[in-house]
């Protein structure tokens, strides 16, 4: 990551999405829920309307079971999904496989990620196809059968797969009896991008089982597992105990999903992320110096500059990763959040200008 701050002036993060403070709309409901008692586990009323509203939000019966952790939601989501001697097939620049320290093959007991490629990191139908159409002549009892699909809504360099692009991969997960499962770290980001309906968005493109994503864009410690076939969930809820992600308090973190779901604002809050991106990628295209390696889809903006400007903004208090150098170049992954300002982003691009010239 670009330096360490100096604490006397203020600091531009773009760091990334998890750096970003909490909506105080919901951090107030919080409170509320701090004020009383309530049964644990989960019998209580902020619990119990968060199942009604999920079911609203997506235009049928859902279950959602809360948890603390995307790792948790992503990796218990696929342990009930494949079996322990299973493969689930995903990307292999996907947070599954770069970032999870082998949390989904340690849930589901022995399972292994097998990984495909594909431009935008994001695979295709086709790609899907042919991996699953490889026959071995050795009988099927040596290899770990195909149990599961994963895909990453927005990926990890923000890309989105588009309606068509995830119904086509349905199909294929269909013919061959497999789950398909979403990575929802940025499903409301990537659900702005696409300009269509969370049920859109996920079941009703063929998707079974959602990880959805709450900490980046807007709360502090909640994230949830989606089943929209609640027959499916049969036996989450003992992988969930057993995996340590039933809380005793379990209303304060139902606390933090309700008012995040209700009246679409989590909707409204990953749209400021992405118009900030927007705002952000279109002002460094100007400068002469920087890069935008990928389209801007969400909330990220990938850049190639020189080592000197990124040395520059480190001066200056600008904090985002970068990785690699190239003849001189260094390349940088910056992010905008749910409560990133116009004047944050403005800031930036003066500083970026000043350096540049």
């Known amino acids: 990551m670009i330096g360490q701050p100096n604490l006397d002036e203020d600091i531009i993060n773009f760091a990334s999405d998890n750096t970003s403070g909490v909506d105080l709309e919901i951090f107030s409901v919080v409170e509320q829920a701090a004020k009383s008692s309530a049964m644990p586990y989960g019998d209580d009323v902020f619990t119990s309307k968060l199942q009604t509203i999920t079911n609203e939000i997506f235009e049928k019966r859902v279950s959602i079971f809360p948890v603390a952790t995307g790792s948790a939601a992503n990796a218990l989501a696929l342990s009930v999904v494949c ?3 299973g493969s689930v097939y995903c990307h292999k620049e996907s947070h599954l496989e770069e970032d999870e320290c082998a ?4 849930y589901i007991g022995g399972g292994k990620l097998s990984l495909l490629s594909g431009e935008k990191a994001k695979f295709s139908a086709e790609i899907l196809r042919a991996k699953l159409e490889v026959k071995s002549p050795a009988p ?11 895909i990453t809504q927005a990926t990890e360099i923000g890309s989105v797969y588009s309606i068509d692009e995830i119904a086509a991969i349905s199909d294929v997960a269909r013919y061959h009896r497999l789950s398909l499962h979403m990575d929802g770290a940025r499903i409301a980001n990537a659900i702005v991008s696409l300009g269509v309906t969370p049920a859109e968005a ?3 493109s063929g998707i079974d089982v959602l990880s959805l994503g709450a900490t980046k864009n807007g709360v502090f410690a909640a994230e949830a597992v989606i089943f929209f076939d609640p027959d499916k969930a049969a036996d989450f809820e003992f992988r969930r105990k057993r995996g340590g992600h039933l809380f005793s308090k379990h209303r304060f973190l139902s606390s933090q999903l309700l008012p995040y779901l209700e009246e679409n604002k989590w909707l409204r809050l990953a749209e400021n992320a992405n118009l900030r991106a927007q705002q952000l990628g279109k002002g460094l295209q100007k400068l002469s110096q920087f890069s935008i390696l990928h389209e801007v889809d969400t909330n990220m903006v990938f850049v190639k500059m020189p080592v000197s400007l990124a040395d520059g903004f480190k001066r200056k208090n600008c904090l985002f990763y970068t990785w690699g150098q190239d003849e001189g170049y260094i390349f940088g992954r910056l992010v905008t959040s749910f409560n990133t300002t116009e004047k944050e982003v403005d800031r930036f691009l ?7 010239n």
């Open 202 to 204: 996920t079941w009703k």
């Open 140 to 150: 099927p009892v040596h290899h770990s059968p195909a149990a599961a699909v994963s």
């Open 103 to 106: 949390a989904p093959e340690f």
């Open 83 to 85: 079996p322990p001697y």
């Open 350 to 356: 003066e500083i970026a200008s000043q350096l540049a």
